[in-house]
């Protein structure tokens, strides 16, 4: 049974992109100009959701990490390092990064 506050996750990675875009652009109040990075199969540089956010003064990210249910699989710390060390690399210079993800919680995750 699926609690009454609980949302089924997006059917696809795209989706889910789609819907954190939108969920940080009222959160941080920049509809207007907050951005997909890039295309797929194409260097991010660990930038996915991004835009200049007044309240921070600089550039905010989200990485976006859709996970599957059938293989239950989850963000590593491997994965957030990675996306990390590429994202010190983006230009402007990221005052923010946030990491989203569709993966099952998991009481032994260490993040």
Same mark, same amino acid.
């Given at each position: 049974?699926?609690? +009454? ?17 939108? $969920?940080? *652009? ?13 295309? +797929? ?15 921070? *003064? ?7 990490? *859709? ?7 989850? $963000? ?17 210079? $990221? ?15 260490? $993040?």
């Amino acid at each position: 049974m699926i609690a +009454q506050n609980q949302l089924k996750k997006p059917s696809n990675w795209q989706d889910f992109e789609k819907l954190c875009k939108l $969920l940080w *652009g009222e959160i941080w109040t920049c509809e207007d100009t907050i951005k997909r990075h890039g295309c +797929q199969g194409r260097n991010q540089h660990g930038v996915g959701v991004f835009s200049y956010v007044e309240k921070y *003064g600089g550039y905010c990210d989200i990485q976006c990490k *859709g996970k599957d249910d059938y293989a239950n699989a989850q $963000l590593t710390e491997g994965e957030i390092d990675t996306e990390i060390e590429k994202a010190l690399g983006f230009e402007p210079e $990221l005052k923010l990064l946030i990491f989203a993800t569709t993966a099952n919680k998991d009481a032994y995750a260490v $993040l």
